[in-house]
């Protein structure tokens, strides 16, 4: 009922800056929550930062906290990761979810998109 794409990976110098994007696209008025999560290499997936659809109330991984801004455009049905100061620790797959109605977990995942920093 909801689809996900992610653009905006690549790979970017420690320091530097990077921009994701999450495109929703189906029944969009039902999503609740969006989330930006990642794998880093040999890892699992952790959590990196949510955001509500309605409200934009805001929560972040103590890892990135300071150094990510997690946004959306409704008019838009988009969801952002703004990455800065990104660090080599940083390296992962990165991953948009989102929460459908009353559901409390994630249900609908993006294809995933590779970010890659440099030391």
């Known amino acids: 009922q909801v689809q996900l794409v992610e653009s905006g990976g690549g790979l970017v110098q420690a320091g530097g800056s990077l921009t994701l994007s999450c495109a929703a696209s189906?029944?969009?008025?039902?999503?609740?929550?969006m989330a930006w999560f990642r794998r880093p290499p040999g890892k699992e997936r952790e959590f990196v930062a949510t955001?509500?659809?309605?409200?934009?109330?805001?929560s972040y991984a103590d890892s990135v906290e300071g150094r990510f801004t997690i946004s959306r455009d409704n008019a838009k049905n988009t969801a952002y990761l703004q990455m800065n100061s990104l660090k080599p620790e940083d390296t992962a797959v990165y991953y948009c979810?989102?929460?459908?109605?009353?559901?409390?977990?994630?249900?609908?995942w993006g294809q995933g998109t590779q970010v890659t920093v440099s030391s």
């Open positions: 979810a989102a929460t459908y109605g009353r559901s409390p977990t994630f249900d609908y």
């Open positions: 189906g029944r969009t008025y039902s999503i609740y929550k």
């Open positions: 955001i509500t659809w309605s409200f934009g109330s805001t």
